[in-house]
Protein backbone atom coordinates (compact mmCIF):
# COMPACT_ATOMS: atom_id res chain seq x y z
CA UNK A 1 0.00 0.00 0.00
CA UNK A 2 1.19 3.37 -0.93
CA UNK A 3 2.28 6.00 2.02
CA UNK A 4 0.03 9.09 2.06
CA UNK A 5 2.19 11.98 1.08
CA UNK A 6 1.76 14.40 4.72
CA UNK A 7 0.43 17.62 3.68
CA UNK A 8 3.17 20.39 3.81
CA UNK A 9 2.51 24.06 5.39
CA UNK A 10 5.41 26.60 5.11
CA UNK A 11 5.40 29.63 8.33
CA UNK A 12 6.94 33.10 7.53
CA UNK A 13 7.29 34.28 10.18
CA UNK A 14 8.81 35.74 13.13
CA UNK A 15 10.63 33.55 16.43
CA UNK A 16 9.39 33.73 19.83
CA UNK A 17 12.05 32.76 22.27
CA UNK A 18 9.72 32.22 24.73
CA UNK A 19 7.68 29.91 22.47
CA UNK A 20 4.34 31.21 22.82
CA UNK A 21 4.15 32.71 19.54
CA UNK A 22 5.44 33.15 16.04
CA UNK A 23 6.88 30.26 14.02
CA UNK A 24 7.21 28.55 17.39
CA UNK A 25 3.45 28.51 18.18
CA UNK A 26 2.59 28.26 14.08
CA UNK A 27 4.84 24.64 14.23
CA UNK A 28 2.53 23.23 16.88
CA UNK A 29 -0.62 24.83 14.95
CA UNK A 30 0.30 22.64 11.89
CA UNK A 31 1.51 19.55 13.87
CA UNK A 32 -1.96 19.71 15.99
CA UNK A 33 -3.53 19.84 12.68
CA UNK A 34 -1.92 16.89 10.67
CA UNK A 35 0.71 18.91 8.72
CA UNK A 36 4.52 18.76 8.55
CA UNK A 37 5.39 22.37 9.51
CA UNK A 38 8.85 24.12 7.48
CA UNK A 39 9.82 27.53 8.13
CA UNK A 40 11.49 30.87 6.83
CA UNK A 41 12.36 33.09 9.74
CA UNK A 42 11.96 36.66 9.13
CA UNK A 43 13.00 38.48 12.78
CA UNK A 44 14.45 36.77 15.42
CA UNK A 45 13.20 38.48 19.20
CA UNK A 46 14.47 38.80 22.20
CA UNK A 47 11.26 37.81 24.31
CA UNK A 48 9.45 35.92 27.05
CA UNK A 49 6.12 36.31 28.85
CA UNK A 50 6.85 39.83 29.78
CA UNK A 51 8.18 42.00 26.83
CA UNK A 52 10.07 42.07 23.31
CA UNK A 53 13.59 43.38 24.49
CA UNK A 54 15.36 43.16 21.29
CA UNK A 55 14.78 42.45 17.47
CA UNK A 56 16.69 41.18 14.68
CA UNK A 57 15.60 41.26 11.10
CA UNK A 58 17.07 38.66 8.99
CA UNK A 59 18.83 38.98 6.17
CA UNK A 60 16.43 39.19 3.02
CA UNK A 61 18.45 36.84 0.64
CA UNK A 62 18.47 34.56 4.17
CA UNK A 63 14.17 34.91 4.08
CA UNK A 64 14.69 33.80 0.18
CA UNK A 65 16.79 30.65 0.61
CA UNK A 66 14.56 29.78 2.88
CA UNK A 67 11.35 29.57 1.46
CA UNK A 68 13.27 28.28 -1.97
CA UNK A 69 14.79 25.49 0.00
CA UNK A 70 11.77 24.32 1.50
CA UNK A 71 9.74 24.45 -2.01
CA UNK A 72 12.47 22.97 -4.29
CA UNK A 73 12.77 20.16 -2.23
CA UNK A 74 9.46 19.51 0.14
CA UNK A 75 6.98 21.38 -2.01
CA UNK A 76 4.16 23.81 -0.01
CA UNK A 77 0.93 23.39 0.04
CA UNK A 78 0.11 26.27 2.20
CA UNK A 79 1.61 29.41 3.37
CA UNK A 80 1.07 30.76 7.11
CA UNK A 81 2.79 34.85 6.84
CA UNK A 82 2.93 36.03 9.96
CA UNK A 83 5.52 38.88 11.57
CA UNK A 84 7.22 40.65 8.26
CA UNK A 85 8.84 44.01 10.56
CA UNK A 86 9.52 46.31 7.63
CA UNK A 87 9.56 47.61 3.89
CA UNK A 88 12.95 45.40 3.32
CA UNK A 89 11.33 42.29 4.88
CA UNK A 90 8.07 42.50 2.81
CA UNK A 91 9.83 42.98 -0.70
CA UNK A 92 11.47 39.85 0.12
CA UNK A 93 8.48 38.16 1.06
CA UNK A 94 6.85 38.87 -2.28
CA UNK A 95 10.00 38.08 -4.26
CA UNK A 96 9.58 34.78 -3.17
CA UNK A 97 6.09 34.07 -3.55
CA UNK A 98 6.74 35.28 -6.68
CA UNK A 99 8.31 32.14 -7.59
CA UNK A 100 5.76 29.68 -6.22
CA UNK A 101 2.47 28.41 -7.77
CA UNK A 102 0.06 31.11 -7.64
CA UNK A 103 -2.43 28.50 -6.56
CA UNK A 104 -0.76 28.00 -3.48
CA UNK A 105 -3.03 29.43 -0.19
CA UNK A 106 -1.83 32.03 1.56
CA UNK A 107 -3.13 32.99 5.09
CA UNK A 108 -1.83 36.24 6.34
CA UNK A 109 -1.90 37.40 10.07
CA UNK A 110 -0.79 40.85 9.99
CA UNK A 111 1.46 40.86 12.76
CA UNK A 112 1.57 44.46 14.32
CA UNK A 113 1.61 45.03 18.39
CA UNK A 114 2.64 41.61 20.42
CA UNK A 115 0.72 40.54 23.10
CA UNK A 116 2.99 42.43 25.68
CA UNK A 117 2.53 45.80 23.87
CA UNK A 118 5.65 46.03 21.33
CA UNK A 119 5.66 47.14 18.23
CA UNK A 120 6.48 44.53 15.70
CA UNK A 121 5.47 46.15 12.38
CA UNK A 122 7.18 49.67 11.45
CA UNK A 123 4.25 52.15 10.45
CA UNK A 124 6.00 52.97 6.90
CA UNK A 125 5.33 49.35 6.38
CA UNK A 126 1.75 49.29 6.35
CA UNK A 127 1.49 50.74 2.62
CA UNK A 128 3.93 48.18 1.79
CA UNK A 129 1.98 45.22 3.29
CA UNK A 130 -1.21 46.42 2.25
CA UNK A 131 -0.09 46.38 -1.87
CA UNK A 132 2.21 43.10 -1.46
CA UNK A 133 1.07 40.63 0.53
CA UNK A 134 -2.81 41.48 1.73
CA UNK A 135 -3.41 41.78 -2.20
CA UNK A 136 -2.26 38.02 -2.83
CA UNK A 137 -3.93 36.42 -0.11
CA UNK A 138 -6.41 33.61 0.36
CA UNK A 139 -7.34 34.59 3.83
CA UNK A 140 -6.47 37.41 6.16
CA UNK A 141 -6.85 37.17 9.86
CA UNK A 142 -6.60 40.60 11.50
CA UNK A 143 -7.43 41.04 14.90
CA UNK A 144 -10.01 44.07 15.34
CA UNK A 145 -6.92 46.83 15.61
CA UNK A 146 -4.87 45.50 13.18
CA UNK A 147 -8.10 45.82 10.63
CA UNK A 148 -8.46 48.84 11.41
CA UNK A 149 -5.09 50.48 10.69
CA UNK A 150 -5.10 48.17 7.35
CA UNK A 151 -8.59 49.84 6.39
CA UNK A 152 -6.57 53.57 7.49
CA UNK A 153 -9.21 54.01 9.80
CA UNK A 154 -8.63 53.99 13.70
CA UNK A 155 -11.84 54.82 14.70
CA UNK A 156 -15.11 52.69 15.34
CA UNK A 157 -15.48 51.11 12.19
CA UNK A 158 -16.47 46.86 12.21
CA UNK A 159 -18.64 45.08 11.21
CA UNK A 160 -19.77 44.68 7.31
CA UNK A 161 -18.21 48.06 6.73
CA UNK A 162 -14.69 46.93 7.84
CA UNK A 163 -14.26 43.27 6.16
CA UNK A 164 -16.03 45.39 3.08
CA UNK A 165 -13.04 47.66 3.18
CA UNK A 166 -10.32 44.87 3.92
CA UNK A 167 -11.66 42.82 1.15
CA UNK A 168 -11.53 45.66 -1.01
CA UNK A 169 -7.37 45.84 -0.26
CA UNK A 170 -7.55 42.18 -2.69
CA UNK A 171 -7.50 39.60 -0.18
CA UNK A 172 -10.15 36.51 -1.74
CA UNK A 173 -11.14 36.00 2.28
CA UNK A 174 -10.82 38.42 5.34
CA UNK A 175 -11.38 37.09 8.96
CA UNK A 176 -11.74 39.85 11.69
CA UNK A 177 -11.11 37.74 14.78
CA UNK A 178 -13.02 37.99 17.95
CA UNK A 179 -10.23 38.12 20.45
CA UNK A 180 -10.77 42.18 20.61
CA UNK A 181 -14.22 42.82 19.50
CA UNK A 182 -16.73 43.45 21.87
CA UNK A 183 -18.36 39.84 21.16
CA UNK A 184 -15.74 36.83 20.54
CA UNK A 185 -17.23 36.41 17.31
CA UNK A 186 -15.38 35.87 14.31
CA UNK A 187 -16.18 37.70 11.24
CA UNK A 188 -15.84 35.61 7.73
CA UNK A 189 -16.52 37.56 4.32
CA UNK A 190 -15.60 36.32 0.95
CA UNK A 191 -16.65 39.35 -0.52
CA UNK A 192 -20.15 37.86 -1.17
CA UNK A 193 -21.37 36.94 1.99
CA UNK A 194 -20.63 38.02 5.88
CA UNK A 195 -20.49 34.82 8.12
CA UNK A 196 -20.23 35.19 11.92
CA UNK A 197 -18.07 32.09 13.53
CA UNK A 198 -19.55 32.57 17.20
CA UNK A 199 -17.62 31.02 20.24
CA UNK A 200 -17.03 31.67 23.57
CA UNK A 201 -14.78 34.10 25.94
CA UNK A 202 -12.17 32.53 28.30
CA UNK A 203 -10.91 35.59 30.33
CA UNK A 204 -9.14 33.12 32.67
CA UNK A 205 -7.33 31.71 30.25
CA UNK A 206 -3.63 32.85 28.52
CA UNK A 207 -3.93 34.29 25.06
CA UNK A 208 -0.40 34.61 24.23
CA UNK A 209 0.04 33.22 20.37
CA UNK A 210 -3.89 32.99 20.08
CA UNK A 211 -3.69 34.86 16.69
CA UNK A 212 -0.20 32.80 15.63
CA UNK A 213 -2.52 29.67 16.48
CA UNK A 214 -5.61 30.23 14.27
CA UNK A 215 -3.57 31.69 11.06
CA UNK A 216 -1.54 28.28 11.30
CA UNK A 217 -4.82 26.43 11.83
CA UNK A 218 -6.03 28.18 9.19
CA UNK A 219 -3.43 27.87 6.67
CA UNK A 220 -3.09 23.99 7.72
CA UNK A 221 -6.73 23.44 7.18
CA UNK A 222 -6.43 24.82 3.37
CA UNK A 223 -3.46 22.25 3.05
CA UNK A 224 -6.03 19.34 3.92
CA UNK A 225 -8.11 20.49 1.66
CA UNK A 226 -10.90 22.64 2.97
CA UNK A 227 -12.25 25.20 1.49
CA UNK A 228 -11.87 28.75 3.66
CA UNK A 229 -15.12 29.18 5.79
CA UNK A 230 -14.32 25.34 6.41
CA UNK A 231 -10.77 25.75 7.56
CA UNK A 232 -11.87 29.29 9.80
CA UNK A 233 -14.69 27.54 11.22
CA UNK A 234 -11.98 24.95 12.59
CA UNK A 235 -9.08 27.15 13.48
CA UNK A 236 -11.75 29.54 15.73
CA UNK A 237 -12.40 26.55 17.65
CA UNK A 238 -8.42 25.21 17.87
CA UNK A 239 -7.74 29.00 19.07
CA UNK A 240 -10.22 29.28 21.23
CA UNK A 241 -9.49 25.78 23.08
CA UNK A 242 -6.13 27.01 22.90
CA UNK A 243 -6.35 29.65 24.98
CA UNK A 244 -8.58 28.11 27.42
CA UNK A 245 -6.34 25.77 27.93
CA UNK A 246 -3.81 28.50 28.11
CA UNK A 247 -0.62 28.01 30.03
CA UNK A 248 -0.95 30.68 33.00
CA UNK A 249 1.04 29.59 35.39
CA UNK A 250 4.27 29.81 32.80
CA UNK A 251 6.39 33.07 33.37
CA UNK A 252 4.59 36.38 35.00
CA UNK A 253 3.41 37.91 31.71
CA UNK A 254 0.95 36.77 28.97
CA UNK A 255 0.70 33.20 29.13
CA UNK A 256 1.08 31.11 26.00
CA UNK A 257 -1.93 28.90 24.67
CA UNK A 258 -1.73 25.19 24.76
CA UNK A 259 -2.95 23.86 21.95
CA UNK A 260 -2.08 19.88 23.01
CA UNK A 261 -3.69 20.41 26.29
CA UNK A 262 -0.28 19.81 27.89
CA UNK A 263 -1.37 21.29 31.24
CA UNK A 264 -4.11 18.75 31.14
CA UNK A 265 -2.51 15.77 30.83
CA UNK A 266 -1.22 13.62 34.11
Known amino acids: MPVR ?15 GAGIQADLKAFARAGVHGTTAITAITVQNTVAVSAVQAVDPKIIIGQIRAVAED ?3 DAIKIGMLGDVTTIEAVA ?18 IAESGA ?10 LRALIVARATVITPNLAEARVLADDDDALDGIELVRSLHALGARNVVVTGGHRAAATDLFFDGQTLTELAGERHPDGAAHGSGCTHSATLAA ?9 AAARQARAVASAAVADGLRELGTGAGPVDVFGLGRQE
Open 119 to 128: RLLALEAVAA
Open 221 to 229: RLALGDDPL
Open 74 to 76: LGV
Open 5 to 19: RVPVALSIAGSDSGG
Open 95 to 112: QALDELPPTTPIVHDPVM
